[in-house]
């Protein structure tokens, strides 16, 4: 099998393709915007990103990353809940039809946790947890050198572990889930919070948007945080804290070498990482008794699902 392969990225705005060596570098890109109607207009659109990217290489297989429910024969899109008309897809037979090649179908989580165990920042960790931080909580497992999907191919859902009993309502429709207060989102409540109880202290913040807490952005957060300021600085360490003991639980249940964070949040770099590292190690069961995994960065940012993608369609 050729060393080149095809990794295809769908988000909510784009669908984003690449071809892909062994090492993780990305050779070619090709993009196009995502059809709103969802459905057979996008599997098209994907057909024709892989058309375009192996007119000028040779390629062998494909892999396609997409948020939702696969799976575990890696084929069917089970359920995505940003795409329309996709629910109950054999993608691997659509694009099959298209392109006669070797086609695998994945999450974009364990896609991006594959990406950066293979060529990020978890290199040479054959037990890795990631955690990706964006809208919600996303993740990914490696366990002795493998993507572990579980039973039913929807493991890792780490976002959806419950961790205030009747907290805050969750889109997937249970309360208190750990992105309802680790999330990007999460951080935005946190910031409004904070905002709401020092109003005195807040204008800095509130300046580097519209002046309303509405017209804030995670950016302006983060660059707040940067600067020193205490109410951003506030919400991320609230954030922060729900953020190291989830993981603190995680590795009571799963002992990982190394936990990856990713997403959007991990702009903010040690602002997030270190008060998060500190929440996990008080958080521990037999602290102090056991090997704490270390907690870094991910490194790969956006293409991490690509390239992860890209390299499971190799193997």
């Known amino acids: 099998m050729s060393e080149l392969s095809i ?3 769908i988000g909510g705005t784009k669908v984003l393709g690449g071809v892909v060596d062994a090492e993780g570098n990305i050779l ?3 993009r196009r915007d995502t059809p709103k109607q969802g459905g057979a207009a996008l599997t098209d659109t994907i057909a024709e990103v892989i058309t375009e990217l192996r007119q000028t290489h040779p390629v ?3 892999g396609i990353s997409a948020a939702g429910f696969i799976s575990n024969d890696r084929k069917t899109i089970l359920a995505t809940p940003n795409i329309a008309g996709w629910n109950g897809v054999d993608l691997e037979k659509e694009i099959r039809s298209r392109i006669d090649l070797h086609v695998v179908i994945e999450n974009d989580a364990n896609s991006a946790a594959w990406g950066e165990a293979r060529h990020g920042a978890g290199r040479g960790e054959d037990h890795m947890v990631m955690l990706t931080i964006g809208t919600g909580v996303g993740g990914g ?3 002795n050198g493998e993507l572990y999907r579980g039973g039913f191919g929807i493991a890792a859902e780490f976002g959806h572990m419950r961790v205030v009993p009747d907290g805050h309502l969750c889109g997937c429709g249970a309360r208190g889930c750990l992105e309802q207060y680790a999330s990007g989102s999460a951080l935005m409540r946190h910031t409004r919070e904070s905002i709401a109880a020092t109003p005195d202290i807040a204008h800095n913040l509130l300046s580097r948007g ?3 807490i ?3 952005t995670g950016k302006h957060i983060t660059d707040a945080a ?4 205490v109410v951003a600085l506030a919400a991320f360490n609230t954030t922060a804290q729900w953020l190291g003991a989830g993981i603190a639980s995680l590795v009571a249940v799963l002992d990982p070498a190394c936990v990856v964070i990713g997403g959007g949040v991990i702009d903010a770099g040690e602002i997030l990482l270190a008060p998060t590292r500190a929440a996990m190690d008080r958080n521990i069961p037999f602290t102090g008794k056991r090997p704490a995994p270390r907690v870094v960065g991910a490194e790969l940012g ?5 390239v992860g993608v890209a390299d499971l369609a190799r193997r």
């Open 226 to 229: 940067r600067d020193g300021d």
């Open 210 to 212: 519209d002046g309303t």
């Open 214 to 216: 509405q017209g804030l």
């Open 141 to 143: 497992f490696v366990v």
């Open 7 to 9: 990794g295809v990225d």
């Open 60 to 62: 062998e297989s494909i």
């Open 302 to 306: 956006n293409d991490a699902g690509l």
């Open 28 to 30: 070619l890109r090709s």
